[in-house]
């Protein structure tokens, strides 16, 4: 049964960059798309963005200017650096994958980490 | 943007019940809607995906329909376990969309 963790700083300085690491296990990252979606304190769900298996990177337009997303594939792990935070960044940060391999229905998540609640503070 | 919106925002029933919530489209999506439960400090989990496609290890109660712009989640009898918080996703074009979420609570 794939896992996946993630993991990284619980306090990011406004202005500064959050940096968050996905590891998987029990599977591996080729064939699925990877996505980033994130949840403030007691709000809905925003989509971040994701990375296919071939490496092509999608952002959520809100957000494209400040997102970047990579997979690292001898490590089974995916990345998401988000730039110049304030304190509306403030969320829960999850990773997902998708349901099924290849691109057919690559937006529907299937196994979702547990998540990493990020806050943004001085 | 695709806009998702559920109905109602949260309701009250008791177990054994039979409860439906709606999500509506600003947009065609034809098939692709999904659906998630999520329970409080949890990442949410798939129930229904492909809008009436229900995902391995989710019990039959669970049922969703719907096509182009309306759908429906289905609990036909709802047990204490299934007190959370659902979701529906739009996975037809990016970027991805949610609804705002219905609370189901306990009457």
């Known amino acids: 049964q794939v896992q996946l963790q993630e993991s990284g700083p619980g306090v990011v300085k406004p202005s500064e960059t959050l940096s968050l690491t996905c590891t998987v296990s029990?599977?591996?990252?080729?064939?699925?798309?990877w996505s980033w979606i994130r949840q403030p304190p007691g709000k809905g769900l925003e989509w971040i963005g994701y990375?296919?298996?071939?490496?092509?990177?999608n952002s959520n337009p809100s957000l494209k200017s400040r997102v970047t997303i990579s997979v690292d594939t001898s490590k089974n792990q995916i990345s998401l650096k988000l730039s110049s935070v304030t304190a509306a960044d403030t969320a829960v940060y999850y990773c997902a994958r998708s349901l099924i391999m290849g691109d057919y229905d690559a937006l529907s998540l299937g196994y979702w980490g547990q998540g990493t609640l990020v806050t943004v503070s001085s | 943007d695709i806009q998702m919106t559920q109905s109602p925002s949260s309701v009250s029933a008791s177990v054994g019940d039979r409860v439906t919530i709606t999500c509506r489209a600003s947009q065609g999506i034809s098939s692709w809607l999904v659906w998630y439960q999520q329970k409080p400090g949890k990442a949410p989990k798939l129930l229904i995906y492909a809008a009436s496609s229900l995902q391995s290890g989710v019990p039959s109660r669970f049922s969703g329909s719907g096509s182009g712009t309306d759908f429906t989640l289905t609990i036909s009898s709802l047990q204490p376990e299934d007190f959370a918080t659902y979701y529906c996703?739009?996975?037809?074009?990016?970027?991805?969309?949610f609804g705002q979420g219905t609370k189901l609570e306990i009457k």
């Open positions: 996703q739009q996975a037809n074009s990016f970027p991805p969309t």
């Open positions: 990375s296919s298996y071939s490496g092509s990177t």
């Open positions: 029990g599977g591996s990252i080729s064939s699925y798309y």
